[in-house]
């Protein structure tokens, strides 16, 4: 088994904080999610979550006008360069500060960042060579209070910068001669948006207490001057600090703005504004915050967002309404307009909402809600093509593993979800919640259509399904009972008494009737599901049992324990055969409000989920650390561990405290948090998330669930950050097998030339490259398939299979490799039924290729089928109301002409052999 898993998708988080941005071509938007990017293609219906990743949350998102490059800035000001194109990360930048802003000017010439009261220019990367990419311009001073917010002019001749002092700021990119830099006042809150009207200097400002301001300019774009040209006015311009006006330069200048009154007799020829007009979107008596604002030059509309979650859609300069709409009870964070107008994203971070909205059809575009609260369990379905997740917000959602979105979520439970699970056929999900039910969804009509429940209430815990998904089976948390139900009539068949504490992890052997429970009473039952559910086996452990899980096979079963130790037991000799400690290896970090070490607080974690490899020789564990260690079954040792989160805004992630944040009476964080004489309020023993109503909260880097895809190719994590997919890395990595110096390419390539199908095979499989395997096999003749299948030997044979799962997935050839796979199948059926539970990956991912081809043909046809039943329903109209108009037309030419039979005859004639 290969260990190559990097990540490859987030999902179950589409929106956190940020700057949302549309792609140049308006069919895609980027949304920052922690400190990893999202990409939104609306047209394909595909998410996909950028490779890199910065060392905190990002906030702010700048997008070049061509779409190729983005500059993405974390809490703390450090910035990234990376390649939209290339998906890579190309250069890192420090600004010390948090910044506010960031904007590319049109030309893509030049961008704008703003920090503390700063704007500072720089040149934009190109595509020459240079040590450093960002090359500072100029320095621009002016607010007085932080920036909010940078817009450009169309021709990238000038900026304006909103401020939090009310104020907004009108800068040239260059010294004009009549425009250095120019206040705007009029408000009386923070500035949110400034805009520029299209091919104009004029300006529409929008401050937080709903308040828009229009300002007039008297001069056109065309009308700055360069320096040299002669101006009216005696106006002195401001000393600039190092050589101006060269593209680049040594030495940055500096523009220092300050606000003066203005005097019309001593303007002479500069440049002035005017406010021609100041509205109110609050109605009389409200209060409603403006929080997020937007504006599109070409089709003049205006989008405001407020606290509420309401927004407003206006046209310019008119100020005329035209949609309010209410699209969440949160606060609106962020707007964006594509280019064509035509789609508006909003992002909403308190539920972690992400909609785009068409204005035009008053219709959803995506509408994507990620879990708002703690991710607690997922599963997979039997063919891996989605994911079902349960969160504390008691939501249930299925995800699509190939478009990386939300199917559908079910709301029907009220308290926290804590256990969910696919059926054998893939089209039920079951759900155990602490509310005191455990539900069963069909995913056919999208309905709950079985609720069980205890004739106590309780709390459940855990949830298991037999492999014919007729019994259900859930642990109590308070009754340290497990329920025992049937999936058709939904009675209640029987209650499992025994354990003397809560239960805490339930798994049904794959092969036998047999159910495992673990609890915190430190012991394993077995329950013989054929003998009246009576108690096999009882396993002792050494601490409290956390979770437990069957191998694939049935023949072994794993169990954590809170000491940090993953026992390994043969149910059928009652015996221990193994025991792997991984208290180390958990790596767990230092929380800013811990008074002791990482290495002594390691002491008690534990995994609290692990799971079997898709062929049970592996077994991956994970817990409160921002690890998964994944295990070899028979050596007992660490084969890897893989690093999920590298977010520092996550608490825990650093094993040693910060010197900066620490003086001599402890931690910055717990003196700030301290609770006056009665000292330092600790946190409660036990507590997962932290005390929330702190002023400060982090939530704490921890993996709640593990899971390996029946296809062995990926696994998936739920974290605090969201739902985490691994999947085998596809690049090139040379990993040859049984190699010799006879087997080379050109080796491979001489015998497929010579129609030595078999012995290409062999070798390009022995060389374990897979463009070299798949031109092998592009290569043989569709009608000498079935003959190169039965002298393939039972190794390559298996290997052949694999390959064939993976290569079906992507490739256009869809009738030509499943001819391959319908004569390996037939040909070598009885032999590889024989080994059947290491195949089992294998076979389920090529079923899952298969079923993706069938699902999307389906659909294809469908649709042409629609499109000609529409055209000849539309031709059998179009020819009715041909006649009847013809008809209408000879009466009324017979009225008038007697003698005009002949030519509408021969006319209709026409009309009807042309139909």
Known sequence: MKFAFRFSNLLGAVYRRGDLTFTPDGNSVLSPVGNRLSVFNLKNNKAETLPFALSRNIVCVGQSPDGHLAILVDEDGVALLVSLLRRAALHHFNFHSPV????????????????????????????????????????????YDETTCIAWTDDSKCFAVGSKDSSTWVFGAERWTNLIYYSLGGHKDAIVGCFFEAGSLDVYTLSRDATLCVWECDTDPEGLL???????????????????????????????????????????????YTRTGKHFFNKEGDFNELTAAAYHRGNHLLVTGFANGNFHLHDMPDINLIHSLSISD????????????????????????????????????????????NMV?????????????????????????????????????????????????????????????VRAFDLHRYRNFRTFTSPRLAQFSCLAL???????????????????????????????DGHEGPVSGLSFSPTQGLLASASWDKTVKLWDMQDSWKTKETFRLSADGLAVSFRPDGGELA??????????????????????????????????????????????????????????????????SRYVCIYNVKEQILVKSFEISCNLSLDAMEEFLDRRKMTEFGSVALIDEGAGEEGVALPLPGVKKGDMSLRHFKPEIRVTCLRFSPTGRSWAATTTEG???????????????????????????????????????????????????????????????????????????????SFMAVTLETSRHLEFFLSWAEQLLSLHGHKLKARSVELLPAIQSLQRSIQRHYDTVSKLCEWNRYNMRYTLALAQQRGLKRSAETDTDTEAETGSNGDSDTPSTSGDQLMEASD
Request: charged share 20%; proline share 4%.
């Open 330 to 373: 949160q606060s609106i964070e962020s707007i964006s307009i594509n280019s064509s107008g035509d789609w508006i994203a909003f992002g909403c971070a308190g539920l972690g909402q992400l909609l785009v909205w068409e204005w035009q059809s008053e219709s959803y575009v995506m509408k994507q809600q990620g879990h708002f609260n």
């Open 723 to 801: 739902l985490l997919i691994f999947s085998l890395d596809g690049a090139v990595v040379f990993d040859p097998y049984d190699l010799d110096e006879e087997v080379t390419p050109v080796s491979v390539r001489r015998a497929l030339r010579r129609g030595e199908f078999t012995v290409a095979i062999v070798m390009a499989f022995r060389l374990n490259e897979d463009k070299l395997t798949l031109e092998v096999l592009e290569g043989v003749p569709h009608t000498d398939i079935g003959v190169v299948c039965s002298t393939l030997p039972p190794l390559y044979v298996e290997k052949l299979l």
């Open 100 to 143: 506010h802003s960031v904007a590319f000017s049109p030309d893509g010439r030049k961008f704008v960042v703003t920090k503390e009261n700063v704007v500072l220019m720089y040149h934009a990367p190109g595509q020459g060579r240079h040590f450093n990419p960002f090359s500072l311009d100029k320095t621009y001073y002016g607010p």
């Open 466 to 496: 037999d492999t014919s998904g007729e019994i259900v089976c859930a642990g109590s948390r308070d009754s340290f009972q497990v329920f025992v139900w049937s999936m058709q009539s939904g009675r209640l068949l029987d209650v499992l």
């Open 559 to 624: 169990v954590a324990t809170l000491d940090g130790h993953i026992t390994l037991w043969d149910h059928a000799r009652a015996a221990q055969t193994g025991s792997i400690e991984g208290q180390h290896d958990l790596h767990s970090g230092r929380r800013e409000l811990d008074k002791v070490t990482a290495r002594h607080s390691a002491k008690s974690r534990a995994y609290s989920t692990l799971c079997y490899s898709a062929d049970g020789g592996w077994v991956l564990a994970g817990g409160q």
């Open 377 to 437: 369990a997922l599963s997979y379905s039997p063919d891996a093509q989605y994911i079902v997740t349960g969160g504390d917000d008691g939501k249930v959602k299925v995800w699509n593993t190939s478009s990386g979105l939300c199917t559908v979520t079910f709301t029907d439970h009220s308290s926290g979800v804590t256990a969910v699970t696919f059926n054998a056929t893939g089209y039920v999900v079951v759900s155990a919640s602490l509310d005191g039910t």
């Open 226 to 272: 360069l320096p040299g040209v002669p101006v009216g006015g005696d106006r002195q311009q401001e000393p600039a600090v190092g050589v101006g006006g060269a593209e680049l330069q040594d030495k940055p200048s500096v523009v220092r703005g300050k606000v003066e009154p203005q005097n019309q007799s001593k303007r002479g020829g500069k440049v002035k």
